[in-house]
């Protein structure tokens, strides 16, 4: 059920002005087209592109924003060529990322660490071999002057490769949602 007074009708205005969601956002007439595609649809019963893009229209902001739904989002851009309206769900989705990250940065790496979508260094588990320095192709992990590795969110891709190479195992990931499938079916993702 939508409470009407916790919408905000200006925040899809707010999004394309201020965070380059689509222009082509209000075209959406929920064809469904962008669910049928995505990999995360079909293994979250709590993600589905086209109520992301819909609850945008009608405002309902808090529904989006502070929940750990958009983190679930890959970016495998598979709805882009397929919305027949161009609204390209993912570039909303990342509108509102964009505003988590401004609003609540800590926020914003916490649904992003939980969803599987950025590795973390456990410090005191660290060894400072470097091996996660050497390995990473986004040059995401450094040594800090204390002598433990921090992998910085913003060159961060969920790769895993830092997790598997790290000697120490003092790197976590977290499964990204779409992997559910492989756990349930028995094979380790």
């Known amino acids: 059920m939508i409470e009407l007074e916790k919408r905000d009708p200006g925040f899809v205005f707010e999004l ?8 082509t956002l209000a075209q959406c007439f929920r064809c469904g087209a962008c669910s049928g595609i995505c990999p995360v649809e079909k293994v979250q019963d709590d993600f589905d592109p086209r109520v992301i893009v819909h609850g945008v229209l009608l ?41 988590v990250e401004e609003r609540d940065p800590e926020c914003a790496l916490e649904m992003r660490f939980k969803v599987g979508r950025l590795a973390r260094v456990i410090a005191d588990k660290c ?17 800090t002057e204390e ?43």
């Open 147 to 189: 002598g433990y590795a921090v992998i910085q969110p913003d060159k961060c891709r969920a790769c895993g490769i830092c997790v598997v190479e790290c000697p120490a195992r003092a790197i976590v990931l977290n499964s990204p949602p779409e992997m559910t499938v492989l756990k349930s079916e028995g094979v380790d993702a």
């Open 59 to 99: 405002g309902l902001k808090d529904r989006f924003l502070k929940t750990e739904t958009i983190w679930k989002c890959s970016g495998c851009g598979s709805c882009v060529p397929v919305c027949p309206m161009e609204v390209k769900p993912m570039e909303v989705i990342k509108a509102l990322k964009a505003v």
């Open 127 to 143: 060894i400072a071999c470097l091996t996660c320095v050497r390995d990473c192709p986004f040059k995401a992990p450094y040594i």
């Open 16 to 23: 394309k002005e201020k965070y380059q969601a689509p222009a």
